[in-house]
T-cell receptor
Framework: GNSVTQMEGPVTLSEEAFLTINCTYT??????LFWYVQYPGEGLQLLLK?????DKGSNKGFEATYRKETTSFHLEKGSVQVSDSAVYFC?????????????FGTGTQLKVEL | DAGVTQSPTHLIKTRGQQVTLRCSPK?????VSWYQQALGQGPQFIFQ???????QRGNFPDRFSGHQFPNYSSELNVNALLLGDSALYLC??????????????FGPGTRLTVL
């Protein structure tokens, strides 16, 4: 079955530091890949997505590239802010069975300090 | 444009009771999925409803059931509650027909506590 593996947190960075959160996946077929963000006490918000190999998703300074050869979708940001503190989830979706269910990783908590 | 809404926000039940959670999808969406998120974990897929039918189901027992109404809203029912059912229940909506890869939009969740 499908699975997603993320680096464990928490990740603690100083403001303006470079961020990388690793994500690798196992899937049958050709999944779409997503990063979702969850702020304290809230639901999930879609941060970015990529639907095919070599696609780069980007939003709010965050980027991730769909690497089929390494089955990876690492999240990066060049300069983090305190407001980026949240839990980040990598997820995949394929259309097996006709639906579009999401399979999530366990999440990586990011703490950004001044 | 209202996003995905869920009710109630919080709920406290005791073991053995039954609970019903409700979800209204984002305008224009026809598919509702339910996820269970235990504390400190990623969301786990429960099931997905499309055209008022359960289309996909995750690895959850039959105590978990659902329904989708003609207006696309949905309910999640859990019978014979266990302590382990305590979690954040997330509803997500999407537009299944059409584009091959449709993102899901999530509601704020219902926090269920089973005592």
């Amino acid at each position: 079955g499908n699975s997603v593996t993320q680096m464990e947190g928490p990740v603690t960075l100083s403001e303006e530091a470079f961020l990388t959160i690793n994500c690798t996946y196992t899937a049958t077929g050709y999944p779409s890949l997503f990063w979702y963000v969850q702020y304290p006490g809230e639901g999930l918000q879609l941060l970015l997505k990529a639907t095919k190999a070599d696609d780069k998703g980007s939003n709010k300074g965050f980027e991730a590239t769909y690497r089929k050869e390494t089955t990876s979708f690492h999240l990066e940001k060049g300069s983090v802010q305190v407001s980026d503190s949240a839990v980040y989830f990598c997820a995949l979706s394929d259309r097996t069975g006709g639906g579009n269910k999401l399979t999530f990783g366990t999440g990586t908590q990011l703490k950004v300090e001044l | 444009d209202a996003g995905v809404t869920q009710s109630p926000t919080h709920l406290i039940k005791t073991r053995g009771q039954q609970v019903t959670l409700r979800c209204s999808p984002k305008s224009g969406h026809d598919t509702v999925s339910w996820y269970q998120q235990a504390l400190g974990q990623g969301p786990q897929f429960i099931f997905q409803y499309y055209e008022e039918e359960e289309r996909q189901r995750g690895n959850f027992p039959d105590r978990f059931s659902g329904h989708q109404f003609p207006n696309y809203s949905s309910e999640l029912n859990v019978n014979a509650l266990l302590l382990g059912d305590s979690a954040l229940y997330l509803c997500a909506s999407s537009f299944l027909a059409g584009a091959r890869h449709n993102e899901q939009f999530f509601g704020p969740g219902t926090r269920l506590t089973v005592l």
